[in-house]
């Protein structure tokens, strides 16, 4: 089956750094991926998304990179802040589904200090 | 202005008890989701509808039973509750369910905490 899965499970960065948080995916028939933020007590927030036929795309801060070789993505965020602290979900969907299931991964702790 | 709302935040039940919780997005949406997130944070998906009609359910036991009313709502009612029911439960909404970007996004409401005692 399908698996969306991530290398580190938390990730530690002092204020002011770039912090990459990995995803790995399985299935190659996926064909949209999503980067969402958690923050304590909260719901998922959307940050940026990116489709199969692009290899990056950049947002106010972060950048989203797609390695569809080795089905391996990740989500770059410059100049980390306190309030990047959050669990972030990779989620993918696969090509041509058209009931919008989204398969997320397991999440990373980022936290950030001063 | 909240987008997706949900009630109740917390409940707090005995096992076997029956509760319901409520979800209504005000983005007109035409899709609805419910995920379960368990302790470890890993988000799974339970249930989707389309315009009130049921066209996701994943392996959920049958004591879990989603209603959607009108394409605005959708609830969710958990019979016979067990130990293992709780977590936190998301709703979210999109705007559809095509391959267009903008119908992938989903938005998020604040999330249920369910505790079983």
């Known amino acids: 089956g399908e698996s969306v899965g991530l290398h580190l499970p938390t990730l530690s960065v002092q204020e002011g750094d770039n912090s990459i948080i990995n995803c790995a995916y399985s299935n190659s028939a996926s064909d949209y991926f999503i980067w969402y933020k958690q923050e304590s007590g909260k719901g998922p927030q959307f940050i940026i998304d990116?489709?199969?036929?692009?290899d990056k795309r950049q947002g106010q801060r972060v950048t989203v990179l797609l390695n569809k070789t080795v089905k391996h993505l990740s989500l770059q965020i410059a100049a980390t802040q306190p309030g990047d602290s959050a669990v972030y979900f990779c989620?993918?969907?696969?090509?041509?589904?058209?009931?919008?299931?989204?398969?997320f991964g397991r999440g990373t702790q980022l936290t950030v200090w001063p | 202005d909240t987008a997706v709302s949900q009630t109740p935040k917390y409940l707090v039940t005995q096992m076997g008890n029956d509760k319901s919780i409520k979800c209504e997005q005000n983005l007109g949406h035409d899709t609805m989701y419910w995920y379960k997130q368990d302790s470890k944070k890993f988000l799974k998906i339970m249930f989707s509808y389309n315009n009130k009609e049921l066209i996701i359910n994943e392996t959920v036991p049958n004591r879990f039973s989603p209603k959607s009313p009108d394409k605005a709502h959708l609830n969710l009612h958990i019979n016979s509750l067990e130990l293992g029911d709780s977590a936190v439960y998301f709703c979210?909404?999109?705007?559809?369910?095509?391959?267009?970007?903008?119908?992938?996004?989903?938005?998020f409401g604040p999330g249920t905490r369910l505790t079983v005692l």
């Open positions: 979210a909404s999109s705007l559809g369910t095509s391959g267009l970007r903008t119908h992938n996004e989903q938005f």
């Open positions: 989620a993918e969907k696969n090509r041509g589904s058209t009931l919008g299931r989204l398969y």
């Open positions: 990116i489709r199969s036929n692009m």
